[in-house]
């Protein structure tokens, strides 16, 4: 066995539970309540489970708009219990998604193995430790007000479950890959009826997540919110430094384990994720944020994403060979990489693939509830075959139109009421016109994507909408793709796809007969100006686009939108991105939504069954004295 590929130790993977348990009675003949919870790293959120149905699932950030908040998720549970119509008092079980313990035993142990430079990062993180992180039984204790069942779950025990439990397939391997949990880097192994047998397992310090952030690092963006940038980047450039990493950063074995080379890297003795060695590797220091994105800065994120997709297939490779599996899951922040997942559909043996479209830490506290109903009380699993359990990721808030039309009479806001039969003749038109759209209706997603509640939406076809909605309403780099919602009967004459991609976390190439050969020489930024097929608004400048396919029976409203639009364009595509701008978490009520609206050059907003046009909002600015960024009184 490869270095760095570690057997599961049987019972390793499992649920504990925690100390100083106070007990209460069993509530046998009721309705089983489960809450799952993840928070104190990012991405904090909540999740309630009943008799194995996932009622409600949301992120603390859209509540406390910081983005990726990491404190307790108070607010989300709080809805997550209002959703399901109970108290902290009818919660049969609640689930914490990792074990605090073990990975603080990580934290130390390196610091140790890593002194003096260690010592350095552990006296910086061990306050927050001893405040909160040690103390997740007494918090969930004194903010539920709750003494029942508390248990903790390993990290990737979280993720495998998340990713295998609302899967549609009653049998399928499955793989996680993040940054890292309490030791675990990777993880996969079978999923079957109910029950989750992790195999194998890769440790810290090598970690596919924290190679890729220690890349983003440098590029110049945010790490753990900036991975999607570096993502949209490296088209632009070139993998000539992809050897180079394979050589000299990764020593990539044939089953996808590998040793990271940590003389380059600065995450396990320092605050930074790499240090001057990386630095004279790649000639010259991490990119400044803010500052302008070379040449060499493109080829650098060109080619770590190449190296990352060589390694993702490797382990796919790795993983159908020892499991002999057909349908693999997938979950862990790495699996949000969609250009990585495109290839695994298209060039892995597996048949069928299912990503978790919250596949970073907030899915964990779903993963953790299902832990709770399937493997803790051994409650059977039923497996749809088709259709997953995840109720299109729509797990959060909704406002009734009654909730909406308060608010804005309330703040003497001027709107148009639309019947429901008319909302998409109405907003289609105004998308053939070329305005930008801000679409507000039913429950909230559950993730980072934007699935057609919570979104901006435009024409596909018009060259200038990529520039326009980046610069003027997203106040975001320029180079950032923006993601195709298609019908999803027509998703196959636009696109190279062989499946569904109802979360947007696939890339597929735009159709040959789409594409237009013009300005094949540009290089760098110089190629955002190239109109590259007839919706060149989400055509990326490798003629990939990130699909949504959008069916009726899931969301009616949106695809009677873009069904309106088809039959008026001939297009049967249009522009999603998420309702928010630069810095700021999905909007989350009517309230968020207009501010937003204001904010930026977005033309109008269809809020529940309420049209707002911008060009009507003046009054409002001036009663209530709005400027810039200032909020509603």
Avoid at 52 to 81: M, T, W
Avoid at 529 to 535: D, E, F, G, N, Q
Wanted: charged fraction near 25%.
């Amino acid at each position: 066995m490869s270095y760095g590929l570690h057997m599961a130790e049987t019972g390793s993977f499992s649920l504990s539970l925690c100390y100083n348990l106070i007990h209460k009675p069993m509530q046998t003949n009721l309705r089983f309540n489960i809450l799952g919870i993840s928070c104190f790293y990012h991405d904090s959120a909540a999740c309630l489970v009943r008799d194995g149905e996932i009622i409600s699932a949301a992120q603390e950030e859209r509540f406390s708009r910081k983005k990726h908040d990491p404190g307790f998720p108070v607010n989300a549970i709080n809805y997550c219990l209002k959703e399901a119509g109970i108290g902290a008092a009818d919660l049969n079980l609640v689930v914490f998604y990792d074990k605090p313990f073990i990975k603080f035993e990580r934290i130390l142990e390196t610091a140790l193995s890593y002194a003096p430079g260690g010592i350095t990062q552990f006296i910086e993180a061990i306050p927050a430790w001893l405040k909160q992180k040690l103390w997740v039984t007494e918090i969930i204790s004194r903010e539920l007000g709750f003494n029942g069942k508390i248990l903790f779950a390993q990290h990737h025990e979280s993720h495998a479950a998340s990713a295998f439990y609302p899967s549609p397939f009653k049998q399928a391997a499955f793989l996680t890959i993040d940054g890292v949990g309490e030791w675990e880097t990777a993880s996969f192994g079978i999923g079957k009826d109910n029950d989750l047998d992790i195999r194998q397992y890769l440790r810290f310090p090598n970690s596919l997540g924290l190679l890729y952030s220690a890349f983003t690092y440098y590029t110049g963006f945010r790490v753990n919110s900036g991975e999607y940038k570096l993502m949209g980047l490296a088209p632009y450039g070139s993998p000539v430094y992809k050897e180079l990493i394979l050589k000299e950063l990764v020593d990539l074995k044939d089953d996808g384990s590998f040793r990271i080379n940590m003389e380059y890297f600065g995450f396990c003795n320092s605050m930074r994720m790499t240090n001057p060695r990386f630095n004279r590797l790649f000639g010259g220091p991490p990119r400044r944020p803010e500052a302008e994105i070379t040449k060499r800065y493109m080829d650098v994120a060109s080619s770590i994403q190449a190296a990352t997709e060589e390694i993702m297939l490797k382990m796919v490779l790795h993983v159908h060979k020892v499991t002999g599996q057909d349908k693999l899951c997938l979950a862990g922040g790495v699996a949000l990489n969609c250009v990585g997942n495109g290839r695994i559909l298209r060039e892995s043996p597996f048949k069928d693939i299912w990503i978790q479209p919250a596949s970073g830490d907030a899915g964990g506290a779903l993963g953790a509830a299902l832990l709770g109903w399937h493997k803790y009380l051994g409650k059977q699993r039923f497996a749809a075959g088709v259709k997953d359990s995840q109720k299109n990721s729509l797990l959060g808030p909704s406002y009734s139109d009654g909730d909406i039309e308060d608010f804005l009479n309330k703040k003497n806001i001027p709107y148009q009421r639309l019947s429901y039969d008319d909302i998409a003749d109405k907003v289609s038109d105004l998308i053939v016109s070329g305005k930008v759209i801000g679409w507000f209706q039913g429950r909230m997603e559950f993730g980072p994507r934007a699935l057609g509640s919570r979104s901006i939406i435009g024409d596909a076809r018009n060259p200038d909408m990529q520039s326009k909605m980046n610069l003027k309403i997203k106040y975001r780099e320029s180079f950032r793709p923006f993601a195709p919602a298609v019908l999803n009967d027509k998703a196959s004459e636009w696109f190279e796809l062989s499946k569904e991609s109802p979360y947007m976390l696939l890339t597929a190439a735009i159709r040959p007969e789409k594409r237009l050969k013009a300005g094949m020489d540009a290089e760098g930024l110089d190629k955002l100006k190239i109109a590259r097929s007839l919706i060149p608004a989400v055509t990326h400048v490798d003629y990939s686009a990130r699909v949504q396919t959008v069916r009726k029976e899931e969301n009616p409203l949106y695809y009677d939108l873009i069904r309106a639009f088809f039959e008026k364009t001939g297009c049967p595509v249009i522009i999603n991105t998420s309702f928010n701008v630069r810095g700021e978490p999905l909007v989350l009520s009517p309230e968020d939504a207009y501010k937003c609206f204001m904010r930026t050059e977005i033309d109008y907003l269809m809020l529940g069954s309420f049209l707002l046009n911008k060009e009507e909002q003046s009054a409002v600015k001036e009663n209530t004295g709005w400027k810039n960024c200032l909020e509603l009184d």
